[in-house]
């Protein structure tokens, strides 16, 4: 079913003139707690922004996430958590500052993973729903089977510049359910994870840690760039 695209009572036309419910839909279905009108309103933003149409934009965001189930199914670990809960069955433990840690994690039933980054040896920063930018100690917090530490490929300095801005944005930023477009939206103000660490890594050490450059940077993105190296895994 395609549907007018309306903003504040007019139709926007340069965009979409029409969206695909169906893609809409699905979008949604994948990011539990993004609400449709946050979903519209960022996509209109991205018309403006990138001269795309948006059902061009939906069509990329829908096939990012297909990607996504794809490497779900990949995956071999079958022992999901609730996101930033620290239910699983492995205390994740220390390791040097900078390193940033990825464990399957499902946020309401959907495994997109979960990850954060070491302001300490002993101290991790994530993002998390309800409580948004955290610092946590690492001998508290839990990950799942297949959870990997991984070094990330820029000079200590960088990695230090990048985790103290992580560190910096601890009471101020709240959390995001807005996967789909986050690559699009600000450093600044409600982010989940994985933009947290994109962001902290894009400004402070100048590099994209996002694997596709997708309109959305995921758990796996980061688990699977090209500047990270596994030095851990969690059987």
Not at 82 to 97: L, Q, V
Request: proline share 3%.
């Amino acid at each position: 079913m395609v549907t007018p695209l309306v903003f504040g009572g007019f139709t926007s036309v340069k965009a979409v003139d029409s969206y695909n419910s169906e893609t809409v839909n699905y979008i949604l279905k994948m990011n539990p707690n993004l609400s449709k009108k946050e979903l519209i309103e960022s996509v209109n933003n991205l018309v403006k922004q990138d001269n795309k149409t948006s059902n061009e934009i939906l069509e990329e965001i829908k096939t990012e996430l297909k990607k996504q189930e794809k490497l779900d199914k990949e995956d071999k670990s079958n022992r999901m958590s609730t996101m930033g809960k620290s239910s699983g069955p492995k205390i994740i433990g220390s390791s040097s500052k900078g390193n940033v840690y990825y464990t399957p994690a499902s946020t309401f039933g959907l495994p997109h993973g979960h990850v954060g980054m070491y302001y300490k040896g002993n101290q991790i920063v994530e993002s998390v729903p309800k409580k948004g930018v955290r610092a946590i100690a690492s001998s508290k917090h839990k990950v799942e089977k297949n959870a990997v530490i991984q070094n990330v490929k820029v000079s200590s300095s960088k990695k230090n510049n990048s985790v103290n801005w992580g560190y910096s944005r601890v009471g101020k930023d709240g959390y995001s359910y807005n996967f789909a477009t986050n690559r699009k939206s600000s450093h600044y103000g409600d982010k989940n994870c994985s933009k947290l660490l994109w962001s902290a890594f894009k400004l402070k050490a100048g590099i994209d840690m996002d694997k596709d450059k997708g309109m959305g940077v995921y758990p796996r993105d980061i688990r699977d760039s090209s500047y990270t190296k596994t030095i851990k895994t969690f059987r």
